[in-house]
Structures are given as structure tokens and as C-alpha cells.
């Protein structure tokens, strides 16, 4: 990568960061364009050069932020596993870990993050690394092979945001730690129901 592309790099990261920051702290609302590029250092043209509006920057953040964890989850676990299911397992509760540590990020995400986004991280997401290389090398290595994977996994992805939102944020109706057992063994189901044996 040139010093050209290293610099555009580098300029997109600091919106991506700083608009986490501002949409954090003040909300997408009340956050305008300026602010975020203020925070991040740039001039109001840079910002778009990389994205439409506030509104594709949130939606592409997302996405950024999504696969960070997902990438995170993979490097950390995968030595970990030998099969897919166990490998799921492992990256499940390691996002769940990293959400427990990060709940201004669980907040962000569980907040914003719709199917038609996730769709788009796994379907065409152009970041360096994205999830959909992740999710599509996983089930393409896989010797086990599922039923309509993307279906299985929005099952699973769906069941998993909707539990844990509550569970970390506010111990309700358990904490996450009571709650994470019965969560992956019904994962371990809902992967075992859609094997093509």
C-alpha cells in the first residue's frame, strides 16, 4: 500500500472513530457532520469522500465495528476448535465476552444494527478483512455442510442479539453468565438441526 493509500486509510479511520465517539456520547441525532469532522481532524470534504450523510457513516460504522469483533472473535479462537460447530460455539462466547467489556459498543450495535445491514456486511462489505470472507471460508471448509447456512446463522445471530442485550446491559431475566450455558446449547441445537448428514 502507498503512502497515498496509507493517508486515505488513515483519514477514514479517524471519521470511523470519531463518529463512534459522538454517536456514543450525544447520539446520531444531535451529532452533525461538523462535529464529526472537528473530532476526527479533517476537512468537511474529506468526510465525503467516504460516505453520503451521518446516516451512511452510521450504517458503514456499523459494519466496521461488526467485523472488528467478528475478526477479533476468529483470531482469539481459531486454535481453539477443530469443527465448525465448536468453532461457532468458541466465537460466540468470545463476542459475548467482548460485549460484556464494551457495553457502550453492545449499546451501539444492538441499537443500530438491522438485518439489511448485517446482510451487507456479510454480502458485500468492501473493508479489508470483512466478516463475509470469515463466514463464507467457515462454511466452505466446513466437511460438515449445513441446510441454507445464512438462514441457520440469522436464526442464531437473531436469538443470540435479542438475549444477550438485556442479559449484559441489565441482568435481566439473568446475567449473562447464567444465561450463556443455555444460549450456546440451543445454538449447538439450532447447527445440529440444519446438518446435512
Known sequence: ?????????IKREAILDAAFLMFTTKGLTKTSVADITAA?????????????????LRDKLIVHKS???????????KSQESNLEEHI??????????????????????KNLSW???????????????????????????P????????????II????SSCYSSILNGEPVSIQELKPYLLRT???????HRLD
Request: hydrophobic share 40%; proline share 1%.
Open 116 to 142: 439489511g445491514i448485517f446482510t451487507n456486511a456479510v454480502t458485500g462489505a468492501t473493508e479489508e478483512n470483512s466478516f463475509y470472507e470469515l463466514y463464507h471460508a467457515m462454511f466452505e471448509n466446513s
Open 89 to 110: 460455539i468458541a466465537m460466540i462466547d468470545n463476542i459475548l465476552n467482548q460485549f460484556v467489556e464494551d457495553t457502550t459498543l453492545l449499546n451501539f450495535i444492538a
Open 67 to 77: 467485523n472488528e469483533i467478528f475478526q477479533r472473535a476468529e483470531e482469539e479462537t
Open 187 to 193: 445454538v449447538r441445537q439450532i447447527m445440529r438441526s
Open 158 to 161: 437473531e436469538m443470540i442479539s
Open 40 to 56: 476526527a481532524g479533517v476537512a468537511k470534504g474529506t468526510f465525503y469522500l467516504y460516505f453520503k450523510d451521518k446516516y451512511d
Open 144 to 155: 460438515v455442510k449445513y441446510e441454507k447456512p445464512e438462514i441457520m446463522m440469522y436464526i
Open 1 to 9: 500500500m502507498g503512502k497515498l493509500e496509507d493517508n486515505k486509510k
